[in-house]
């Protein structure tokens, strides 16, 4: 099972045993996410406009919950006002900057032609609408800008990389998105310091010159659960998301434990978030100017997500790895990202080992001043899936004083392990004990 070269060395080296427990989120959401497209959609002011019109829906590259069904309802209400719909990926440089790639993107979340109903026009050619002040030149997706009118699906939530008064969601959908890879090189120019207020100069024109009817305003709790739907035009836009941001801050979901030695997350990938893994949630950043919170030493991630389809962009935040993970990765679709964002924390390479009981091993053997006695472990899923965790005996006592983690198992289990070294996933069974 392990590597014989590794073997002699991380032999002494224990893997704790578990317990399983949940942090408990308020789980406010919407329950029936079509009626609610569906009702916010028919209520927006200028819908009717759509009579006799071309319309282009643009889907980004992001995890969204609900994603296929919240665009094809989407799509449905506007033919049902006579628009003419096809999509348009809005992902700026995703996908290794390559049209047919960014397709493949859609497909993995659901997005295809025959699930939705229409096309699906696939372009990174952009023409120029306009300019801001300084000489920026707002770009804008060709086949978007010639359609009548263009409408996004945006989740608004923290940037992993960088802080303003737009983040991700709608403005940087329209800017970045919609700009494509020519666009989001602008938008990066000056690094991702300077990104907020690029947004901000970039998207007032976009605003202006664009035939933006409205933009599909998302949210989720912290159990990833939509929470909020609502349409906003243009003219309104800009001025209504800085508050939307403010609430999504407030359920973003963390890791309620401080000072620990090692966090093994099982997957990371695009279909998360864009840098892989959350970076608000691990403390651990793509980009320089943002100052990292340690509160813990080592970062064991073991795959790279299916839906990523090649894209490793944050493999870099994790100390160590797998071969699985490596194997997967595609450096043409991941540096793309990269070189348009002016970052390379992101694009580095973990230390990379046979399997998972290496991997998780060498987290606990590099971390520094640990006692074996009393390993302190946190075991995740993703960043996303934050509910449930496992976690070593020695964090039990702070479990215990936090009344939103309740402890599940009343004995330790051990972390499973196949005959090639690969970990035997618990989740799916817990999900389903959840659910009785």
Same mark, same amino acid.
């Given at each position: 099972?392990?590597?014989?070269?590794?073997?002699?060395?991380?032999?002494?080296?224990?893997?704790?045993?578990?317990?399983?427990?949940?942090?408990?989120?308020?789980?406010?959401?919407?329950?029936?996410?079509?009626?609610?497209?569906?009702?916010?959609?028919?209520?927006?002011?200028?819908?009717?406009?759509?009579?006799?019109?071309?319309?282009?829906?643009?889907?980004?590259?992001? $995890?969204?919950? +609900?994603?296929?069904?919240?665009?094809?309802?989407?799509?449905? !209400?506007?033919? *049902?006002?006579?628009?003419?719909? #096809?999509?348009?990926?809005?992902?700026?440089?995703?996908?290794?900057?390559?049209?047919?790639?960014?397709?493949?993107?859609?497909?993995?979340?659901?997005?295809?032609?025959?699930?939705?109903?229409?096309?699906?026009?696939?372009?990174?050619?952009?023409?120029?609408?306009?300019?801001?002040?300084?000489?920026?030149?707002?770009?804008?997706?060709?086949?978007?800008?010639?359609?009548?009118?263009?409408?996004?699906?945006?989740?608004?939530?923290?940037?992993?990389?960088?802080?303003?008064?737009?983040?991700?969601?709608?403005?940087?959908?329209?800017?970045?998105?919609?700009?494509?890879?020519?666009?989001?090189?602008?938008?990066?120019?000056? $690094?991702?310091? +300077?990104?907020?207020?690029?947004?901000?100069?970039?998207?007032? !024109?976009?605003? *202006?010159?664009?035939?933006?009817? #409205?933009?599909?305003?998302?949210?989720?709790?912290?159990?990833?659960?939509?929470?909020?739907?609502?349409?906003?035009?243009?003219?309104?836009?800009?001025?209504?998301?800085?508050?939307?941001?403010?609430?999504?801050?407030?359920?973003?979901?963390?890791?309620?434990?401080?000072?620990?030695?090692?966090?093994?997350?099982?997957?990371?990938?695009?279909?998360?978030?864009?840098?892989?893994?959350?970076?608000?949630?691990?403390?651990?950043?793509?980009?320089?100017?943002?100052?990292?919170?340690?509160?813990?030493?080592?970062?064991?991630?073991?795959?790279?997500?299916?839906?990523?389809?090649?894209?490793?962009?944050?493999?870099?935040?994790?100390?160590?790895?797998?071969?699985?993970?490596?194997?997967?990765?595609?450096?043409?679709?991941?540096?793309?990202?990269?070189?348009?964002?002016?970052?390379?924390?992101?694009?580095?390479?973990?230390?990379?080992?046979?399997?998972?009981?290496?991997?998780?091993?060498?987290?606990?053997?590099?971390?520094?001043?640990?006692?074996?006695?009393?390993?302190?472990?946190?075991?995740?899923?993703?960043?996303?899936?934050?509910?449930?965790?496992?976690?070593?005996?020695?964090?039990?006592?702070?479990?215990?004083?936090?009344?939103?983690?309740?402890?599940?198992?009343?004995?330790?289990?051990?972390?499973?392990?196949?005959?090639?070294?690969?970990?035997?996933?618990?989740?799916?069974?817990?999900?389903?004990?959840?659910?009785?």
């Amino acid at each position: 099972m392990s590597n014989p070269v590794y073997e002699e060395i991380l032999h002494p080296v224990p893997v704790p045993p578990l317990y399983r427990v949940r942090q408990l989120f308020d789980d406010t959401h919407i329950q029936d996410i079509e009626g609610a497209v569906r009702r916010e959609v028919n209520a927006f002011p200028k819908i009717d406009c759509v009579q006799g019109k071309t319309v282009a829906v643009g889907v980004g590259s992001r $995890g969204i919950s +609900h994603l296929q069904l919240i665009v094809k309802t989407l799509i449905t !209400v506007l033919k *049902e006002h006579g628009a003419s719909v #096809f999509i348009i990926p809005t992902m700026g440089s995703h996908g290794g900057a390559i049209a047919e790639n960014q397709v493949s993107i859609l497909n993995h979340f659901g997005i295809t032609s025959e699930d939705v109903g229409v096309p699906i026009k696939s372009s990174m050619e952009t023409v120029v609408i306009g300019e801001t002040e300084d000489g920026v030149p707002v770009n804008m997706d060709k086949n978007a800008a010639s359609a009548d009118y263009t409408v996004t699906v945006a989740r608004i939530k923290p940037h992993c990389s960088f802080r303003g008064k737009y983040e991700s969601g709608m403005t940087k959908m329209c800017v970045i998105g919609l700009g494509k890879q020519h666009g989001a090189d602008y938008c990066h120019f000056k $690094g991702m310091a +300077h990104m907020g207020e690029n947004l901000e100069k970039i998207g007032k !024109v976009f605003m *202006e010159k664009s035939n933006l009817l #409205f933009s599909l305003g998302l949210m989720e709790n912290s159990l990833d659960q939509t929470c909020f739907i609502k349409p906003y035009g243009k003219e309104t836009l800009m001025q209504e998301e800085p508050i939307l941001l403010e609430k999504a801050k407030q359920m973003l979901p963390g890791i309620p434990f401080k000072d620990f030695d090692v966090l093994i997350i099982d997957e990371f990938g695009k279909n998360i978030t864009g840098t892989g893994m959350d970076c608000n949630v691990i403390q651990r950043f793509t980009s320089e100017h943002m100052i990292p919170k340690p509160f813990f030493k080592r970062l064991v991630v073991l795959n790279l997500t299916d839906a990523s389809d090649g894209n490793a962009a944050g493999f870099g935040l994790a100390d160590v790895s797998t071969q699985k993970a490596y194997q997967k990765m595609e450096f043409e679709k991941t540096y793309p990202n990269f070189l348009t964002a002016r970052t390379v924390i992101g694009g580095r390479i973990p230390m990379i080992m046979d399997n998972d009981y290496d991997a998780i091993r060498t987290g606990i053997k590099t971390a520094p001043d640990v006692d074996y006695e009393r390993l302190k472990i946190v075991h995740i899923k993703n960043t996303l899936c934050l509910s449930q965790m496992e976690i070593s005996e020695a964090l039990l006592e702070d479990a215990r004083e936090n009344p939103k983690i309740q402890i599940v198992s009343s004995s330790k289990e051990r972390m499973n392990f196949d005959a090639k070294g690969d970990l035997i996933s618990n989740w799916k069974a817990w999900e389903r004990e959840n659910e009785r």
